[in-house]
């Protein structure tokens, strides 16, 4: 069950419209990496979690946080595109590059929201639910959670210096920090979880079934040997259950395939052709 509370979490107010900068804003609402999705990815993580205990309370308590930033920042979009001057495009073709890269204001945020934000990214992809990992391993997730706030971070320092608006300064400057605790809180979670189940996920799968011979070896498929100084090449692995290997020339460990010619009915280019003789069309 949840509760709105009216008040934004935190200030989303601008100094001043751009309907240009309220596009590019859409990539941390709507897009891959987004506040939407990393709502929807702790929510249904949390959701799905079997059972009770601190990782669901860790998951939805987190969830319902990014539900408030989504809200910030829908109310920062409808804000900076308060008033939008319809020559906002001309203006922003004035300059090559801007044209180029940015296409002035997204049309849509007039034909279709009416000057609000829309669940899509800064190129107008609708948001998609592919972008959420909820897989039921609690390590496996919490791993793709530290990617998500790691490239959501950047995003939002990337956009934080294209701006010299303080307000939207200073909604970002909350938005940067509560990312920043996002990626330790992950990063903390992942460690306990590996001090319990070790580094690989899943843990319960049965090493023997494994082909083991190649578990830790690294194969060199580029020219030189630079790989070889790092340390997945030699040394104790990562999960402290073996040594790596480097092999600098991998030969394959297959044979050549031959896949059999499929039934005529498939009507698949025929094995004479393949091997160069004509057949007569005609026929």
Request: with cysteine.
């Given at each position: 069950m949840f509760f709105h509370i009216k008040e934004t979490q935190y200030y989303a107010r601008p100094e001043r419209p751009d309907p240009v900068y309220a596009k590019k804003l859409q990539e941390i609402l709507g897009g891959a990496h987004g506040e939407m999705t990393v709502?929807?990815?702790y929510l249904f993580q949390g959701w799905n979690t079997r059972g009770d205990?601190?990782?669901?309370?860790?998951?939805?308590?987190?969830?319902?946080?990014?539900?408030?930033?989504?809200?910030?920042?829908v109310t920062m979009i409808a804000r900076l595109l308060d008033n939008a001057p319809v020559d906002e495009q001309e203006k922003a073709a004035q300059d090559p590059l801007i044209a180029a890269v940015l296409g002035g204001m997204n049309p849509q945020h007039a034909i279709v929201s009416g000057l609000g934000a829309q669940p899509a990214d800064a190129v107008g992809y609708p948001w998609n639910g592919r972008y959420v990992d909820a897989s039921g391993n609690l390590l496996a997730d919490f791993r793709s959670n530290?990617?998500?706030e790691s490239q959501g971070r950047l995003q939002a320092v990337r956009l934080y210096e294209m701006t010299d608006d303080r307000g939207v300064k200073d909604m970002l400057s909350f938005l940067i920090a509560r990312d920043t605790m996002h990626q330790n809180q992950w990063a903390a979670a992942i460690y306990e979880l590996e001090q319990r189940e070790g580094l690989v996920v899943p843990s319960?799968?049965?090493r023997k079934l494994e082909k083991q011979e190649v578990s830790y070896t690294f194969f060199n498929f580029s020219r030189g040997e630079k790989s070889s100084t790092g340390r997945w090449a030699s040394g104790p692995s990562?999960?402290?259950?073996?040594?790596?290997?480097?092999?600098a020339q991998p030969q394959p460990f297959g044979e050549r395939p031959y896949i059999i010619?499929?039934?005529?009915?498939?009507?698949d280019t025929l094995p004479a052709v393949m091997k160069g003789q004509r057949i007569d069309p005609c026929l």
């Open positions: 709502a929807m990815q205990g601190k990782y669901r309370d860790l998951l939805l308590d987190t969830g319902t946080e990014e539900l408030a930033h989504v809200e910030m920042l530290l990617n998500k319960t799968f049965p990562m999960d402290g259950c073996g040594e790596f290997t480097y092999v010619p499929a039934p005529p009915y498939i009507h």
